[in-house]
């Protein structure tokens, strides 16, 4: 048989008080006479029932949930979502918020569907929700939807500008660009090619040859001999899992790496360091992105002002310099 959920009347019973009290002392309502004893009792008797509060409890007595939904976009999930996830969720429990995670990948309920069903308070995406978004997660009962507007600067174009700067700045004057094979990718793809094409632009070099290239030595290999035909001698790869697979491509070739083409990779995967040669790569540092993501979410819940994500130096993307540059 299934045991029966504790509740805050059994609470009460067994400390010999009333719901009301036993509401008080455990969400620590300020102003209320409590004596001591008989808040010891409270507690002793929650603890020794193993008392849970209800989440819709929960939220009636704080003024909302604890619940911050992340939307997770239809992407494959890779070692960076999967980190940023377990960060982001560490980072929001020490503020005492709870992350639950929905993949648009799994095409079931609506976003705002699943805002209402979990009772979240905050909605989290990895870009800016359109207006229509917005307002249905509002409607469903989130209190904040971050981001809620586009910000001023895309964090995917910057880290591209990122990649093409760095090779450029290793005397690299034409550079190519290797597409993700994935279509899921292409939009994410296309904002770190603009970034990688205005470095181009501002030094007054020639866009990238921007080739596609599938996680297959042969789609590799392909593409380095267009690359060779535009004499390319440096590569951003839109993410590492492609950049190993140009490495792999120029390994068929027979090339040197860096000295045949140099090979930037994004995102500082684990096993980005242990390429032939180590890849370098361009990436966030995760922790400090997670935790500031947190501080927003807090300070805004608060009813406070915080700087946008952008502003933040701690949270923009750097190179990690190894040796396929």
Same mark, same amino acid.
């Given at each position: 048989?299934?045991?029966?959920?504790?509740?805050?009347?059994? %609470?009460a019973?067994?400390a010999?008080?009333?719901?009301?009290?036993?509401?008080?002392?455990?969400?620590?309502k300020?102003?209320?006479?409590?004596?001591?004893?008989?808040?010891?009792?409270v507690?002793?008797?929650?603890?020794?029932?193993?008392?849970?509060?209800?989440?819709?409890?929960?939220?009636?007595?704080?003024?909302?949930?604890?619940?911050?939904?992340?939307?997770?976009?239809?992407?494959?999930?890779?070692?960076?979502?999967?980190?940023?996830?377990?960060?982001?969720?560490?980072?929001?429990?020490?503020?005492?918020?709870?992350?639950?995670?929905?993949?648009?990948?799994?095409?079931?309920r609506? @976003?705002?569907?699943?805002?209402a069903?979990?009772?979240?308070? %905050?909605?989290?995406?990895?870009?800016?929700?359109?207006?229509?978004?917005?307002?249905?997660?509002?409607?469903?009962?989130?209190?904040l939807?971050?981001?809620?507007?586009?910000?001023?600067a895309?964090?995917?174009?910057?880290?591209?500008?990122?990649?093409?700067?760095?090779?450029?700045?290793?005397?690299?004057?034409?550079?190519?660009?290797?597409?993700?094979?994935?279509?899921?990718?292409?939009?994410?793809?296309?904002?770190? @090619?603009?970034?990688?094409?205005?470095?181009?632009?501002?030094?007054?070099?020639?866009?990238p040859?921007? @080739?596609?290239?599938?996680?297959?030595?042969?789609?590799?290999?392909?593409?380095?001999?267009?690359?060779?035909?535009?004499? %390319?001698?440096?590569?951003?790869?839109?993410?590492?899992?492609?950049?190993?697979?140009v490495?792999?491509?120029?390994h068929?070739?027979?090339?040197?790496?860096?000295?045949?083409?140099?090979?930037?990779?994004?995102?500082?995967?684990?096993?980005?360091?242990?390429a032939a040669?180590?890849?370098?790569?361009?990436?966030?540092?995760?922790?400090?992105?997670?935790?500031?993501?947190?501080?927003?979410?807090?300070?805004?819940?608060?009813?406070?002002?915080?700087?946008?994500?952008?502003?933040?130096?701690?949270?923009?993307?750097?190179?990690?310099?190894?040796?396929?540059?």
């Open positions: 048989m299934p045991v029966k959920r504790i509740t805050s009347s059994d %609470v019973q067994a010999g008080v009333s719901r009301a009290t036993v509401s008080f002392v455990l969400n620590d300020p102003g209320m006479r409590i004596t001591e004893e008989t808040r010891r009792r507690l002793e008797a929650a603890r020794e029932l193993d008392y849970r509060p209800h989440a819709s409890a929960r939220s009636l007595a704080a003024g909302r949930s604890d619940v911050v939904l992340l939307a997770i976009p239809d992407l494959p999930i890779g070692a960076g979502i999967s980190r940023f996830v377990e960060e982001l969720a560490t980072a929001l429990a020490a503020y005492g918020l709870t992350l639950v995670t929905h993949l648009g990948a799994a095409h079931g609506s @976003l705002p569907d699943v805002c069903a979990v009772d979240a308070s %905050v909605v989290v995406g990895f870009s800016s929700f359109d207006q229509d978004t917005v307002q249905a997660l509002h409607r469903a009962g989130a209190d939807v971050l981001p809620s507007e586009p910000e001023g895309s964090p995917m174009r910057h880290l591209g500008r990122l990649q093409a700067e760095h090779l450029i700045s290793r005397g690299h004057r034409r550079l190519g660009y290797a597409l993700p094979g994935h279509p899921a990718f292409r939009q994410m793809a296309d904002e770190r @090619l603009r970034g990688a094409t205005d470095a181009c632009v501002r030094a007054g070099l020639e866009p040859v921007a @080739l596609t290239v599938h996680l297959e030595i042969a789609s590799a290999a392909q593409a380095i001999t267009g690359w060779r035909e535009h004499a %390319v001698t440096g590569v951003c790869a839109f993410n590492d899992e492609t950049a190993l697979a490495l792999a491509g120029l068929e070739h027979g090339l040197a790496i860096p000295a045949g083409m140099a090979v930037v990779g994004a995102d500082d995967i684990p096993t980005a360091r242990l040669p180590p890849l370098t790569t361009v990436c966030w540092d995760l922790h400090d992105v997670a935790r500031h993501r947190a501080e927003t979410i807090v300070t805004s819940l608060a009813g406070a002002s915080h700087a946008s994500s952008s502003a933040d130096a701690s949270t923009n993307p750097h190179v990690v310099q190894r040796s396929s540059t």
